[in-house]
């Protein structure tokens, strides 16, 4: 018979919890967790009787946390804490040569450079295996938490993470968004006001992906109304291609830009004023302890150390 601990802190219990506390959401969390919203509810349930009190309730459609599920929260990140922090001493007696290395991307990341290192780095290290998955922001984070990825590589500050005391980050390269046209008129202009940009239909980043989030807000805090979005599209390329072939304005990072070499009929700008952002490492403290994620990001530093990013970046796209 089953203890009341074991009920309450099944691995599945929790992990049904958090994404229900994440989501708020019965249907949406369902659907994440690849269940029937009924078995969420009857789970959900059930953790409520053995803990002895509700752990949810209802404002109209809202869904809230009671007192109790605030405290079964913070129980639940202290015990994923505690989990993660084992893994990783455990982990820091293994090979710097050996194992593996999760590492998530944000989609909207040009990934040519990030590519070419971990070719070099497979070659040096054939017993090290790399898996590189392409992410939102908030499936990064989530992945962070519960330590299902040891190294993010995304764009900072990052203003959604309030929390940032489990992490720490890494530099890559300093970054600028630039305005992307097709104007003749404008092509001579270095630098761009928000007010100044015409009126015209933009293809931009989805709206839940940081750089539509970093542009958005510029927009909003010169007051200036928010261009229209006629297509969004994940990847720099997918932008630039689609603004070429139909005359749409976009903005995009200046080290995918200055990859890209010369455009025919395709100028840019950087906005006034500028719209900086870094390109980051970002993992759970203590991760670079590991020996094969020290290694990695050792390795990393060397690979720019001898030619940089964007030197990199030109070469790459250039071949």
Same mark, same amino acid.
């Given at each position: 018979m089953k203890s009341k601990q074991e009920s309450i802190f099944s691995s599945k219990t929790l992990t049904y919890f958090l994404q229900l506390s994440e989501t708020m959401n019965y249907t949406q969390a369902a659907q994440i967790l690849g269940i029937t919203q009924p078995a969420l509810t009857q789970q959900i349930k059930k953790l409520e009787r053995t803990a002895g009190a509700r752990l949810f309730y209802s404002v109209g459609k809202k869904l809230r946390l009671t007192d109790a599920g605030y405290t079964m929260l913070d129980a &639940? %990140?202290?015990? @994923? /804490?505690? +989990?993660?922090?084992?893994?990783d001493e455990i982990q820091q007696s293994?090979?710097? &040569?050996? *194992?593996? !290395?999760?590492i998530g991307m944000l989609a909207s990341v040009e990934d040519s450079v990030f590519e070419d290192f971990m070719i070099q780095s497979y070659r040096e290290n054939p017993e090290v295996k790399i898996t590189l998955h392409m992410l939102t922001r908030k499936e990064i984070w989530d992945k962070l938490e519960n330590n299902q990825i040891d190294l993010a590589i995304m764009y900072l500050p990052d203003e959604s993470i309030k929390n940032w005391k489990p992490y720490e980050s890494k530099r890559i390269i300093s970054d600028d968004l630039l305005f992307i046209h097709h104007d003749e008129k404008l092509s001579k202009k270095?630098?761009?006001?928000?007010? =100044? &940009? $015409?009126?015209? #239909?933009?293809?931009? @980043? $989805?709206? /839940?992906?940081y750089l539509n989030h970093v542009m958005r807000e510029s927009?909003?805090?010169?007051?200036v109304d928010l261009p229209t979005s006629v297509a969004q599209f994940t990847t720099p390329g997918q932008l630039l291609q689609f603004?070429?072939?139909?005359?749409? @304005?976009?903005? +995009? #990072?200046?080290?995918?830009?200055?990859?890209? *070499?010369?455009? $025919? /009929?395709?100028? &840019?700008a950087r906005f006034e004023p500028n719209i900086r952002f870094e390109l980051a490492f970002v993992f759970r403290t203590g991760k670079d302890k590991i020996p094969r !994620? *020290? %290694?990695? +990001?050792?390795?990393? =530093?060397?690979y720019l150390k001898t030619k940089d990013y964007l030197a990199r970046l030109q070469e790459i796209q250039q071949n």
């Open positions: &639940t %990140h202290r015990i @994923y /804490d505690v +989990l993660n922090q084992a893994s293994t090979s710097a &040569t050996q *194992g593996d !290395i999760n270095k630098r761009i006001k928000f007010a =100044d &940009t $015409p009126n015209k #239909p933009w293809v931009t @980043y $989805p709206v /839940d992906y927009f909003k805090n010169a007051m603004s070429e072939q139909t005359g749409a @304005y976009t903005a +995009l #990072p200046n080290s995918f830009v200055v990859g890209q *070499g010369e455009q $025919p /009929d395709t100028w &840019t !994620i *020290g %290694h990695f +990001l050792a390795q990393f =530093d060397q």
